[in-house]
């Protein structure tokens, strides 16, 4: 309900509360909020193939964490040979070699080191690159079917913040490969230096992995009320910011900061509820670090002492080893949770690169010819549910060249029809022709390259003018751009602005008025020369005067074009060489003004309803629609 009260501010109709967090969704994407597997092999694996243009790059990453995890072992080892070679014997020689050797190997520690944390950040990198662009790509290539039933919210977490998850994973699964291969090298090495003292020293472990699965249980539950809790919080920001005018002019201030004190105290408390958690484990793993120290080292190692089983070296080695080796632990199971949320954000990322379009071109589909503008609707069904069409059996035949106008009342598939006919989603039933073409046997692209669109709600880009009206034709030219502006009424008011047509627009084109914004969407549609043109209630919002001007030009405009027309003002469709009237998705009525106002039918009910007539309970006009007096022509 949120989306359909005024910018979705008023929270009596919130349908949720901080404790809910759950708002239900109408698109095929999964939970935004569910934690998966700590590892799953179908996103590490799709992931590895975006590698491939790095994996040279990956290589030297994966040799570098291999030398610095041989080197991480090492050092304890180095100070045992130190200890048992140099001190015990007393031979300065013997220590000065050992000493060559530490050196070494801490110079290798620190550029394998430096090359890991270098060149695992710029595969990284390179994989969110070519993941954004991936994402841009599919996107501009998924039907408009998809992105009306799928929130901008949910599609901006998903190419921004679950991408950048992704990069972290693959971070992640080169640290946490590091740590494994330390944990598997310091049990080697204490095995194989003394296998009795290290199976003393480590027989704490599975106490802590009981302690880490025990633990994983309750943190996961804080981890998925955590963003929940975050997903709610940026959700109201976002709604807030967007509505604020609405907000104000409501003043629905202090209500919207009660609720939204509501949803960040719910944050608050997830995050305080997981540092309770997180909070506990460093000790205990510290704690448990120092009994393995204490039991192994301590006590059981001075015994073998005393009997002279081991050796001081020993001892000292183990020690280190044994503080190296619970170190990666601790930070895998730091990591735990962190990567759950990547595999979780990488399986999102691929759900939403396996959605297909529901418009796809037919394989080896050929070019669309140089249209000439005719339509046919043949028997045409549509339907965006299942079981409930929108269209009914429309036949219908319009001529290159000629001027419809769509007319019904709201609900009728006006725009439908021409989301049809600009290939925005296939028929159900039937068959869209365009000059004899069956529209699904050709290219889209190469079909609405040949075609324009006004909307009602003009959407200009941050840039300048002249980019905003060469936008769907990059080669025209100056000229071709002046030509335009000036054919609908646009340069005059474009030659005002400070710089012209090389005058910057904000974003959305805030910086001009609505009939300004409209003026230059004209100018984009028609700068391409197009042999079909669109006008979906066009001129709905724009001033009397604005109106005037862009009707003038269309008589212009349209001339050799085939347009079609969506106009609630009928007065401004009624030249229209064809009118065709629309109730609930069938062709009722079709003909020219005067005719149909004579036939005195749903058109001439809608027109007296326009002209403010009163209509009785059957629908008829009370008064007769012949006596209305017909508006002049630049009405």
Not at 488 to 493: K, L, W, Y
Not at 593 to 603: A, R
Request: some cysteine; charged content about 20%.
């Amino acid at each position: 309900m949120r989306g359909h009260d005024g910018g979705g501010m008023l929270s009596g109709l919130r349908g949720t509360s901080a404790g809910g967090m759950h708002a239900p969704t109408s698109d095929n994407l999964g939970d935004d909020e569910a934690l998966g597997k700590v590892y799953d092999n179908r996103v590490v694996m799709r992931l590895l193939t975006y590698i491939a243009p790095y994996k040279k790059d990956a290589l030297i990453s994966l040799a570098a964490v291999f030398m610095y995890t041989v080197a991480n072992v090492c050092i304890p080892l180095l100070i045992m040979l130190g200890i048992n070679w140099g001190v015990n014997s007393g031979d300065v020689n013997n220590l000065h070699l050992v000493g060559l050797a530490f050196l070494g190997v801490t110079v290798i520690h620190f550029g394998a080191n430096y090359l890991q944390f270098v060149y695992v950040a710029k595969v990284g990198q390179g994989i969110l690159y070519s993941l954004r662009t991936e994402m841009f790509d599919h996107l501009q290539e998924l039907s408009t079917s998809f992105f009306h039933k799928t929130s901008v919210g949910r599609i901006m977490s998903r190419s921004l913040s679950d991408v950048n998850q992704i990069q972290e994973t693959f971070e992640l699964i080169v640290v946490a490969l590091a740590d494994l291969l330390s944990l598997f090298g310091i049990i080697a090495a204490m095995l194989i230096i003394d296998w009795q003292l290290a199976l003393v020293s480590l027989s704490i472990v599975p106490v802590l992995f009981f302690i880490l699965g025990y633990w994983q249980r309750f943190a996961k539950r804080s981890f998925i009320r955590i963003r929940r809790a975050i997903a709610m919080v940026n959700g109201e920001y976002n709604q807030n910011i967007t509505g604020v005018r609405v907000v104000q002019s409501l003043n629905r201030q202090g209500e919207n900061l009660e609720y939204f004190n509501s949803l960040n105290q719910e944050h608050l408390d997830a995050n305080l509820e997981a540092s309770k958690f997180s909070g506990g484990l460093q000790p205990t793993v510290e704690f448990l670090t120092g009994i393995g120290m204490g039991f192994g080292i301590i006590f059981v190692g001075g015994l073998l002492l005393q009997r002279g089983e081991v050796d001081w070296g020993v001892l000292v080695a183990f020690a280190l080893w044994i503080q190296r080796f619970f170190e990666p632990i601790r930070q895998l199971t730091m990591q735990y949770s962190q990567l759950q949320r990547a595999m979780s954000a990488g399986v999102r990322i691929f759900e939403l690169l396996d959605v297909e379009p529901d418009v796809k071109d037919k394989e080896n589909a050929p070019d669309m010819p140089q249209l000439k503008g005719s339509i046919e609707f043949k028997d045409v069904y549509f339907h965006y549910v299942p079981g409930v069409d929108v269209i009914k059996d429309v036949s219908l035949k319009i001529e290159a060249g000629e001027n419809v106008a769509l007319v019904g009342s709201t609900g009728a598939g006006k725009s439908t029809f021409v989301t049809l006919v600009h290939r925005f989603a296939d028929v159900t039933q039937g068959s869209l022709m365009i000059d004899g073409c069956d529209i699904k046997d050709v290219k889209r692209s190469s079909l609405v390259g040949q075609m324009s669109m006004v909307l009602q709600e003009p959407y200009l880009f941050s840039g300048t003018v002249k980019e905003n009206i060469k936008y769907n034709h990059e080669g025209a030219s100056d000229d071709d751009v002046m030509a335009a502006a000036q054919a609908v009424g646009a340069h005059d008011f474009i030659m005002s602005l400070d710089d012209g047509y090389n005058s910057i627009l904000a974003e959305r084109g805030i910086n001009l008025s609505v009939g300004q914004r409209q003026l230059v969407s004209f100018a984009r549609a028609v700068v391409a020369d197009p042999r079909i043109l669109v006008l979906d209630e066009a001129t709905a919002n724009i001033d009397t005067h604005t109106e005037l001007v862009i009707q003038e030009a269309l008589k212009r405009v349209l001339d050799g074009r085939t347009s079609i027309v969506i106009a609630h003002r009928l007065s401004t469709i009624r030249n229209a060489d064809k009118i065709v009237v629309l109730d609930q998705g069938r062709v009722v009525e079709v003909g020219r003004h005067e005719e149909l106002l004579s036939n005195k039918g749903v058109y001439a009910k809608l027109y007296a309803i326009n002209y403010g007539l009163d209509v009785d309970d059957d629908g008829d006009a009370v008064e007769s629609v012949d006596t209305i007096t017909m508006p002049a022509d630049n009405d």
